[in-house]
């Protein structure tokens, strides 16, 4: 609530013609002051009925539906409000905020557009719009208004946040830092703004600072779920498994990772060999991980007699193949009667197998491969590349879609001439999505073609994508999706590596203990790649 909806309730532009009305909207406000937002709201509604077409009623309400958990309800209310004083900045912005909140980016933008426009000096809409422009990557916009929020208000908190979180997004670390240390000096307690650092220390591949950082937040906010998930994910990437396993248990907790658990009522599985029944384990997250945790089930199955494995549907074949002795049935909504069956006596999710079948570094049993392609696909692709002309084919991917990490995990392909230059070979494009762009200013840049295979589509056809990657010599990629397929077969595949890769690559390693067919070239500095394809480029040269 701000000052000026206070001053507008209190008196109330209609209060003369209806004294009810108006003492009803001022009964709601002292109700919200007071932190009864329950009771606010009942008094509201009956205020604002009361008072159809008075702004700072609708607005009241709007509030108090807001407070009381219902944001469409109050989306309605600070909407009507705003078409009630279509000139009143602050309400635009009230009608931003809600419009946020449900993740309405257009309809949000509009308003804190408006709210600005009406209002240049309007701190608070400059920050929302900083806010909703970062979110839909339109960075340069969105420092642009963050700047204006802090010219506005040099200590907002929220601007400061903003403004650094849009500088990290940009690779500008340390004017990152420097924002979220000024928000942390003005809001001292804050566990987001010491939560905040620790993402930003992630990013970078300073997980030891980040550790500490999450430590901070967690000593203001034990109960701050996304810190305690962050801390395990950290403590995993150091190889510190005993204290990471428990916290990374906690990513389907509200507010941690957002991750949702299926609906399945078996008991949880302890570990422990079963008296009787069978045991069913569900994929979780994406078909990469479902893929890193699928090089798990060939143990699982030496433990627990005939298991049943709930999968992306597109991987079905593919496990079929290769883990006959394993039950593969696709995941669905609802899920497939099997699922339910009486003789399934215990379920788990498929990432918590890797606290009880990888405990310690000890426990890691990496095997050649766990999916199967289909052999007559594989041979017909390899001909139909010229596997058979004395020059080894090698499949590149040079993009992460992961709308978080996806700008930092890729690497642009005009920067990949050393290694394409390196040797003799037939370049085979494995990048998902339309490739068309980059193809050809690698054609005119550096007179290198890629074969593009129109028949193949990793996103609609993840069997035929396998035969293609499984045809191959050799797989160069950064971290993405085409990477857990190519290890999953047991291809030979090194993977270019940010600052900050993902915790299951963990730290300083050349070789991944998931995967025997991996090897890893990491970034030393967060956002460059020159070293890295210049390493990969000079091993290239020297096989000859």
Not at 204 to 222: C, H, M, N, S, V
Not at 287 to 308: F, M, T
Not at 402 to 423: D, H, T, V, Y
């Amino acid at each position: 609530m701000n000052r000026r909806e206070r001053r507008a309730a209190r008196a109330t532009g209609a209060g003369p013609s209806d004294p009810q009305g108006a003492a009803l909207l001022n009964a709601a406000l002292t109700a919200l002051n007071a932190g009864r937002p329950a009771e606010a709201l009942a008094v509201a509604e009956r205020a604002a009925a009361r008072l159809p077409d008075f702004a700072p009623a609708q607005s009241i309400l709007g509030h108090a539906r807001r407070l009381t958990g219902d944001m469409v309800a109050a989306r309605a209310a600070f909407a009507a409000a705003a078409r009630l004083g279509p000139k009143d900045a602050e309400l635009q912005l009230n009608l931003g905020h809600a419009e946020s909140a449900l993740g309405n980016a257009a309809a949000a933008m509009a308003a804190y557009r408006l709210a600005v426009a009406l209002n240049p000096s309007l701190a608070a809409g400059w920050t929302g719009l900083a806010q909703i422009l970062r979110a839909e990557r339109r960075h340069d916009e969105a420092r642009n208004a963050a700047l204006q929020a802090l010219n506005l208000a040099p200590s907002d908190p929220i601007a400061l946040d903003s403004l650094a979180a849009i500088d990290q997004a940009g690779g500008r670390f340390d004017l990152a830092e420097a924002g979220y240390r000024a928000a942390l000096a003005v809001e001292p307690r804050s566990a987001e703004n010491l939560f905040n650092l620790g993402t930003l220390m992630m990013v970078q591949g300073r997980t030891e600072d980040e550790i500490d950082w999450y430590r901070k937040a967690l000593e203001l906010r034990p109960d701050y779920s996304r810190a305690r998930y962050n801390l395990g994910v950290a403590l995993l990437r150091s190889e510190r498994y005993a204290e990471g396993w428990p916290l990374y248990a906690l990513r389907f907790h509200p507010g941690a990772a957002g991750y949702a658990r299926r609906p399945f009522a078996q008991p949880a599985w302890d570990g422990k060999p079963l008296a009787a029944g069978r045991l069913l384990v569900w994929g979780e997250q994406g078909i990469g991980d479902e893929l890193l945790w699928g090089s798990l089930l060939p143990e699982l199955a030496e433990r627990v007699p005939k298991p049943v494995v709930e999968c992306a549907p597109r991987l079905v074949p593919l496990f079929r193949r290769a883990l006959p002795e394993i039950e593969f049935v696709a995941a669905s909504d609802p899920p497939d009667a099997r699922l339910l069956a009486a003789d399934i006596a215990a379920q788990a999710a498929l990432g918590d197998l890797g606290a009880m079948l990888r405990p310690d570094a000890a426990g890691f049993r990496p095997r050649a491969g766990h999916i199967a392609a289909d052999p007559a696909r594989v041979a017909e692709l390899r001909a139909r590349y010229g596997g058979d002309r004395g020059r080894p084919l090698i499949g590149i991917s040079w993009r992460s879609v992961n709308k978080q990490l996806g700008g930092a995990k890729s690497a642009p392909l005009s920067e990949w001439g050393p290694i394409l230059k390196a040797r003799e070979a037939i370049w085979i494009d494995l990048q998902y999505g339309d490739t068309a762009a980059d193809r050809a200013a690698l054609r005119d840049q550096h007179g290198i073609e890629l074969i593009h295979d129109p028949e193949i589509d990793a996103l609609s056809d993840m069997d035929g994508f396998a035969a293609q990657v499984a045809a191959l010599d050799r797989v160069i990629s950064v971290s993405n999706t085409t990477v857990h397929v190519a290890a999953a077969l047991a291809k030979p595949c090194w993977v270019l590596l940010d600052a900050g890769a993902l915790w299951y690559w963990f730290k300083r390693r050349a070789d991944s203990p998931w995967y025997r067919s991996v090897r890893l070239f990491r970034q030393a500095q967060a956002g460059d790649w020159a070293p890295v394809m210049a390493q990969l480029g000079a091993e290239l040269a020297a096989e000859g």
